[in-house]
């Protein structure tokens, strides 16, 4: 049997920080369970409906770097996989110290089978991700969006704000707004505010600090709309 490309969603996700894990003496079941976090599970679901078949989405790890991806011939496959890379990195930020990811989605070809994985895709998703997202963010090309701007599942993302333009005219995956949405099990949400602060007061590196800033920018803003709904709350 002739072996052939397929076209897919691809993600392509770097881990932030990971050499520094590595250097600074984690134990190595610490690693481990970032990937563990990888192999969860779950139902990707968007107004209590299941977006795809539950095993429709695959997974390639190579050290730092996590590739998902999803045949584009199955319905409603780009906001599945939106779903499950703005999940993977709510899960990330619920780590201590927090975790964070930096990404690129596009839509090409790949050849899958075993260990082996390769294709234009696969490269254009790399390239993407290691040239031009510089913050813990996950980007999509305007062209892929545009294309499926009629979409009512790709509709229902902005809707829901789990998919936006950032200040830069990118499209980005809003990972903030999940982990907002949910609850802050063990007080994750303070964590998290607490890790962008040690970083920015310790580290002078300019590089580190632009993706805590950025970081910090975007989850002032969801803290304090929170903080005032909860104050709305008490005073109604």
């Known amino acids: 049997m002739m072996r052939e490309y397929e076209e897919c969603y691809i993600a392509h996700l770097d881990i932030l920080g990971f050499k520094q894990l590595i250097t600074n003496n984690s134990s190595c079941e610490k690693i481990a369970e970032i990937f563990d976090e990888i192999n969860t599970q779950y139902d990707i679901t968007e107004n209590k409906q299941v977006l795809v078949p539950h095993d429709s989405m695959r997974y390639k790890v190579m050290s730092d770097s996590i590739v998902i991806f999803i045949s584009a011939s199955i319905p409603n496959a780009l906001a599945a996989l939106i779903h499950t890379c703005a999940y993977f990195q709510v899960r990330m930020l619920r780590f201590s110290p927090p975790v964070?990811?930096?990404?690129?989605?596009?839509?090409?070809?790949?050849?899958?089978?075993?260990?082996?994985?390769?294709?234009?895709?696969?490269?254009?998703?790399?390239?993407?991700?290691?040239?031009?997202?510089?913050?813990?963010?996950?980007?999509?090309?305007?062209?892929?969006?545009?294309?499926?701007?009629?979409?009512?599942?790709?509709?229902?993302?902005?809707?829901?704000?789990?998919?936006?333009?950032?200040?830069?005219?990118?499209?980005?995956?809003?990972?903030?707004?999940?982990?907002?949405?949910?609850?802050?099990?063990?007080?994750?949400?303070?964590?998290?505010?607490?890790?962008?602060?040690?970083?920015?007061?310790?580290?002078?590196?300019?590089?580190?600090?632009?993706?805590y800033l950025y970081l910090q920018s975007r989850f002032l803003m969801y803290y304090n709309e929170e903080n005032q709904t909860c104050q709305n709350n008490q005073q109604q």
């Open 100 to 211: 964070l990811i930096r990404g690129a989605i596009v839509k090409g070809k790949i050849y899958s089978e075993g260990d082996v994985l390769f294709g234009q895709g696969l490269i254009d998703a790399y390239l993407i991700q290691e040239n031009y997202v510089k913050y813990p963010r996950v980007i999509l090309p305007m062209e892929l969006i545009d294309k499926l701007s009629d979409s009512q599942c790709i509709k229902d993302l902005f809707v829901i704000g789990l998919l936006f333009k950032d200040y830069d005219y990118v499209y980005c995956i809003d990972y903030l707004k999940m982990f907002y949405g949910f609850s802050h099990p063990k007080g994750t949400d303070k964590e998290l505010a607490l890790h962008i602060s040690i970083m920015l007061n310790k580290c002078f590196d300019e590089s580190v600090r632009e993706k």
